[in-house]
């Protein structure tokens, strides 16, 4: 892949992970994940509490990664980092170590958009994992974001569709909320959906535009579905909890598989990979493999780890982006919101 050896930090802050990996020449030596659990009691992302655990978390995340992949830090070659967009204190904290380290170090630094890194994950090489050749489409779905983005090169990223209100990953994680469970419940749907029937309570599919997505409408529909059924019977979430995580599942797969299908019909692209932490969900993953079966599609599910927030997917794009020698400069901000 390159000439030269080249190893990359990957440094990633955007919400509540700390992460950092260590990539050499394309192929992944470590990829460590700090998760804080102080947001579980509090039903969501606290931003305050997040930034302050990025601060305790991110010197030994960073000195563990470094340490599994067996190098020394004067072995790196440069340093990538999440810019945004994220929660902005979190972002912070990672921009601001990463622009110390290499100033210090004398070394490149690469700023990263955190949602076209979920796409390059692909391009981390693992074996028994294909990567996709350009042009592609591809799925980015995760909790704070729904895009179908056009892939055709490394850098050249055209968002094609998008969702007008809520992302996907917040209408699996406010439907387990409703249903009592706790967060982040969007894995927790997926479980007890497996064991349930997808046909038992239709639930109305938003009519939104081309490409684009609404999740907010069917979010309200669950709720007062759910309002209404235990007003007349109050163990009703109890004896019906698998079959109505199934229906959620089985109608937000419907709504996201109607959109990509429209999308190979508009670009006559039928290259399609997944990315994102939803990309994690069991049921859009088999829904992406019929796909393969009934329309001819090529698909691309990479590796679980590399679906939710990690430094891996930071430091193949900080690879690529080294290899065009598109450095920033030391006057680089984080940015909560950033486009493609």
């Not at 994680?173 to 959906?193: R, T």
């Not at 088999?286 to 590796?303: C, Q, S, V």
Request: a neutral charge; aromatic letters at 8%; hydrophobic letters at 40%.
């Amino acid at each position: 892949m390159a000439s030269q050896n080249i190893y990359i930090l990957g440094i990633e802050s955007s919400c509540d992970d700390t992460a950092a990996a260590v990539l050499y020449n394309g192929k992944i030596l470590s990829n460590v994940v700090a998760t804080q659990e102080i947001h579980e009691k509090y039903g969501g992302v606290v931003p305050e509490l997040a930034s302050r655990a990025h601060q305790q978390n991110i010197v030994p995340v960073i000195h563990e990664a470094i340490k599994r992949a067996g190098i020394t830090k004067n072995d790196l070659t440069a340093i990538a980092f999440t810019r945004g967009p994220g929660l902005m204190g979190s972002l912070l904290v990672g921009t601001s170590f990463a622009k110390s380290m290499a100033l210090g170090m004398g070394i490149p630094l690469l700023d990263i958009n955190h949602m076209q890194a979920h796409i390059l994950a692909h391009f981390i090489e693992e074996d028994g994992f294909k990567t996709p050749e350009f042009p592609f489409i591809c799925l980015t779905i995760s909790g704070g974001h729904t895009q179908i983005v056009k892939v055709s090169d490394y850098f050249m990223m055209e968002v094609i569709g998008e969702t007008m209100d809520d992302a996907v990953g917040e209408a699996f994680d406010k439907s387990a909320k409703i249903l009592g469970l706790p967060y982040p419940g969007g894995p927790l749907v997926d479980k007890y959906a497996q064991a349930g029937n997808p046909e038992a309570f239709p639930f109305p599919k938003p009519k939104v535009g081309d490409l684009n997505f609404s999740f907010s409408g069917l979010k309200t529909s669950i709720l007062y579905f759910i309002q209404k059924q235990v007003k007349d019977n109050p163990d009703f979430i109890k004896e019906n909890l698998e079959d109505i995580c199934a229906s959620i599942q089985h109608t937000i797969i419907k709504i996201l598989m109607d959109k990509l299908k429209k999308a190979v019909k508009q670009t006559g692209i039928k290259r399609i990979a997944i990315a994102g932490g939803v990309s994690a969900n069991s049921g859009i993953r088999n829904a992406l493999k019929e796909g393969e079966k009934k329309y001819g599609w090529e698909t691309f599910i990479p590796k679980f780890e590399y679906t939710t927030d990690n430094a891996a997917m930071i430091a193949i794009a900080g690879h690529y982006k080294f290899l065009e020698k598109d450095f920033a400069d030391m006057t680089i901000t984080a940015k909560a919101r950033i486009k493609f």
